[in-house]
């Protein structure tokens, strides 16, 4: 059975104070890996894609990687306007028309 | 331009009536998905439409919901006799579609449904 699963499932971070949060996916047959940050009542907005191992997007403070196991988003030296809830999804193979499998989310809060 | 939108924003049903969600995707997307995120979890996929052609409903958890998208823009979800486990946010996201050159989905703000 595919899984994905997002650890932790909670972070509390000083400003400044870097940090990684964890995709592990358990699939047959990966096409893509999506990264998405969603703030309380709104939907999901799109951080990046990545599409095979050892590949890497950086986006402002946000890098994301990617194994053949897991993918890692990096947060460094936070600001508190990056308090949100990280989501990893799945893309695969065989759903050719595109659906994504999420894990349940990272949330993540930065005080000053 | 503008982005994915929907409405109402927040839906009030007691149980047992039904419930119709409205879905404008970004203009000249081909591909829109519905997606179903209950209270501290991810998104679960519902349907999935290529311009007007349902496509995908493996995620529909019951009869009771159904979706349309007539004239390949705007999409509705349709929950028929509302019970309170239908109690979520409904999301709707739309994408360019297949040989655009690009995978990713845009979300609309969502639709939270309580019922009572």
């Known amino acids: 059975e595919d899984q994905v699963t997002q650890s932790p499932e909670a972070l509390r971070l000083q400003e400044g104070e870097s940090s990684s949060l964890n995709c592990s996916y358990t699939?047959?047959?990966?096409?893509?890996l999506f990264w998405y940050r969603q703030d309380p009542g709104k939907g999901p907005e799109f951080l990046f894609t990545?599409?095979?191992a050892g590949e890497e997007k950086e986006k402002e403070r946000l890098k994301a990687t990617l194994t053949k196991k897991e993918s890692f988003l990096h947060i460094t030296a936070p600001k508190p306007e990056d308090s949100a809830t990280y989501l990893c999804?799945?893309?695969?193979?065989?759903?050719?028309?595109?659906?994504?499998?999420f894990g349940a989310g990272t949330q993540v809060v930065v005080t000053p | 331009g503008a982005g994915v939108s929907q409405s109402p924003r927040y839906k009030v049903a007691k149980r047992g009536q039904d419930v119709a969600l409205r879905c404008d995707p970004i203009s000249g997307h081909v591909s829109l998905f519905w997606y179903q995120q209950a209270l501290g979890q991810g998104p679960e996929f519902l349907t999935y439409?290529?311009?007007?052609?349902?496509?995908?409903k493996s995620g529909l958890p019951s009869d009771r919901f159904f979706a349309e998208r007539p004239e390949g823009s705007v999409s509705t979800l349709k929950i028929q006799r509302t019970q309170q486990e239908d109690s979520a946010v409904y999301l709707c996201?739309?994408?360019?579609?297949?040989?655009?050159?690009?995978?990713?989905?845009?979300f609309g703000p969502g639709t939270r449904l309580t019922v009572l």
């Open positions: 996201a739309s994408s360019p579609g297949p040989g655009s050159g690009t995978d990713t989905q845009y």
């Open positions: 439409f290529q311009n007007e052609a349902q496509l995908d």
């Open positions: 699939v047959s047959g990966l096409r893509g």
């Open positions: 999804a799945v893309q695969l193979l065989r759903d050719s028309w595109g659906k994504l499998q």
């Open positions: 990545l599409y095979s």
